[in-house]
Every structure is written in C-alpha cells, then in structure tokens.
C-alpha cells in the first residue's frame, strides 16, 4: 500500500531533550513553525518567476574585434566605409512565415551576416559573455553561479535609416533555445525602439540612448523593431540555449531552497515525535 502523508496536520514542537540527529545548521527548523512557512513560500512563488525580458547598459565594455573575411576588425563605433562593407558583404534578413523563410521588405528591412560570416578575435569577449549570462540569470531567477544555460552567436545584424521588423516571434534555432539575446554595439542613432508584449503588457525598450546595451527576451514574447530615424543600429544577436537541451532550467532557485528547509523541519519534527512516542510507551 503506498505511503501517504499529510502536510495539512504539522507535527507538534515537543520536549527540546529529545533530538533526532541532524546537521547542527538545521538545529533550528526543529522550532519552525511549517504550515506557516509553507503558506509564506507558496504566496512568494509568483514574485520569485523572475522576469521575461530586460534591458541593461554594458558597464566594460570591450571592443570584439570583429573581422569579416579578411578585413577588419570594424571600427567602433562604424564609419562610413566598414558601414558600406556590411552592407555589401551581407544580404537582406529574411522572416519565417509558415514553413517557408521569405524576404519582405515591407516586414522586416535589415542586413545580416550569419555567425558563420564573422569572427570575434577579442579572447576578452567571452568575459564579457559570460558576465552577461550572469546578469540574465539573476534575473530570471536562476543561480548565477550555475545557470543551466549559455549564449550562441548567431547573426549580426545591420539597422540603416527607415530599417525595421514587424511585431513577431522567435523561433527555436537551435535544439533547447528559449530566448535572445542582443547586444547593441557603440553605434549613434536615433530611433528602433524595440517593443515587446507578453500576457497584456507591453514594454518599450531604448536603446539609442545607450552607448552600448543588451536586451534580452523569452521566445514567446512579441518584440518589433520600430523603424531607424538616423544613424544606424548595429547589433549581434545570441540564442539562450540551455545546455541540457531535453532539460529546463533550474528555474526558482530561491523557492526550491526555502522548499528543501521546509521538508526538512517537518521530517525532523516528525523523527522527533516519533522519538517521543517511544519513550512514552
């Protein structure tokens, strides 16, 4: 018969002579009061899901050291000539519509160059990565220390005057995608503003005001580029990919932990009673 136990009914404190052999550090969840605990934990979970987008300025930045082919690394922020060599040695962004991936300037209007295309030659870039890896992780609630995820490069993306992307959503890319990642590089305009939806709100995030800057969203949230008033927006795009692909995150950390103490003060309180019950018979 299976065993069944009943988290309605807390075990009641008894004498202090009496003590199951426990860890000296979780001495004191014999005193804890669980169904009030487990009350306050349950009514927290909702404010510690974290957040499903963000924006953030790029404290160190450092300069990536991009080279295309044989030339570079590009300037920053662009001049005119590495501006013109994106532009001639990329092609147009295209969109995923059903099952097909089409080019419609009237949707979306940008260059790109895949992953593929460029090289990184800055070793200190990956620093910069990993940094803000950290940063998304603390935000969405997960362990900084062991995210469960990491970025992938995978376009860059060149915004000129009038350039834009309607409302969408990213597809998965690559197996375990949940999210991206862009990091907008030192590059003066004005405009593409970058607008997100998810569940009924809606948020505008700005980054033309920035010198440099990340955004980062989860795959389900609607996100348009408004269109380049001047200048341009220059931008590499990332996937947030977890790295155990048939996983998912380890999401609530904060409440997983304050669940474990919960579970463990009511074993040792029920070892306790039972302990108690013994020297009574």
């Not at 809606?202 to 955004?215: A, D, G, P």
């Amino acid at each position: 018969m299976p065993q069944t136990f009943d988290l309605g009914s807390e075990p009641e404190p008894g004498p202090t002579s009496i003590r199951p052999d426990i860890p000296a550090n979780d001495a004191e969840l014999l005193g804890c009061k669980v169904r009030e605990r487990l009350d306050q934990a349950l009514s927290n979970i909702v404010e510690e899901q974290g957040e499903v987008l963000g924006i953030a300025s790029i404290p160190e930045f450092c300069d990536p050291l991009i080279h295309i082919g044989g030339y570079g690394p590009i300037s920053l922020p662009l001049t005119e000539e590495d501006t013109q060599y994106i532009i001639h040695s990329g092609h147009q962004a295209p969109f995923g519509k059903g099952s097909e991936t089409i080019i419609d300037r009237s949707v979306r209007q940008s260059w790109e160059l895949d992953a593929r295309e460029l090289e990184i030659n800055n070793p200190s870039w990956q620093k910069s990565l990993d940094a803000i890896a950290k940063n998304i992780a603390e935000k969405i609630s997960v362990d900084p220390a062991q995210p469960g995820f990491h970025v992938e490069l995978y376009k860059m993306l060149l915004y000129e005057k009038g350039a834009m992307f309607k409302p969408h959503r990213d597809t998965e890319k690559v197996p375990g995608m949940f999210g991206t990642l862009v990091v907008c590089l030192p590059c003066p305009h004005t405009g593409g503003d970058v607008r997100l939806q998810h569940h009924g709100r809606s948020t505008v995030l700005q980054t033309s005001s920035r010198v440099s800057s990340i955004l980062w969203w989860y795959s389900d949230v609607h996100h348009e580029v408004l269109p380049i008033e001047s200048g341009y927006r220059w931008v590499l795009t990332y996937n947030l990919v977890r790295d155990c692909s048939s996983g998912s995150l380890p999401i609530l950390t904060l409440v997983t932990t304050e669940f474990e103490q919960i579970l463990r003060a009511w074993k040792y309180q029920l070892q306790r009673n039972a302990a108690e019950s013994k020297v009574l018979v």
